[in-house]
C-alpha cells in the first residue's frame, strides 16, 4: 500500500499564498505521478494539477489555476508540492493528494492513491 500526507493548508486572505505538501510512503516500487485535486462544498472533486515522475517531469494545470499555482516534485522524497499564489475565494476548498504508483506486493500494477484532504480558506 501507498500511504499519503498532505500538510499545508490553512486560513489566507485574498491574494496571499500558501504552499501544499504531499509525501508518499509505504511499499513503494515506483511513483509514476502525483497531483492535487480539490473538492468545494456543493460541488464535484475536480483536478488542480499535476506532475509525472522523471528528471524535467512534465506538468499540466486546470485553466482556473494557471499562472497562479506550480506544482513541483521531489523524486528522491516521493514528495509533491503545490505553490498556490494569488488566491481567490473560490479557491476555497479541501485539497487531495494523488498518486499512481506501484507496489512491491504488485510490481506488475498501478494504481491511484488519495491522501486525506487538506483544507484550504479563503476569506478576508
Known amino acids: 500500500q501507498v500511504q499519503l500526507v498532505e500538510s499545508g493548508g490553512g486560513l489566507v486572505q485574498p491574494g496571499g499564498s500558501l504552499r501544499l505538501s504531499c509525501a508518499a510512503s509505504?511499499?513503494?516500487?515506483?511513483?509514476?505521478?502525483m497531483g492535487w485535486y480539490r473538492q468545494a462544498p456543493g460541488r464535484q472533486r475536480e483536478f488542480v494539477a499535476g506532475i509525472s515522475s522523471g528528471s524535467g517531469g512534465s506538468t499540466n494545470y486546470a485553466d482556473s489555476v494557471k499562472g497562479r499555482f506550480t506544482i513541483s516534485g521531489d523524486n528522491a522524497k516521493n514528495t509533491v508540492y503545490l505553490q498556490m499564489n494569488s488566491l481567490k475565494s473560490e479557491d476555497t476548498a479541501v485539497y487531495y493528494c494523488n498518486a499512481e504508483g506501484t507496489t512491491w506486493e504488485e510490481a506488475g500494477t498501478r494504481r491511484r492513491y488519495w491522501g486525506q484532504g487538506t483544507q484550504v480558506t479563503v476569506s478576508s
Open positions: 509505504g511499499s513503494i516500487l515506483r511513483i509514476w505521478s
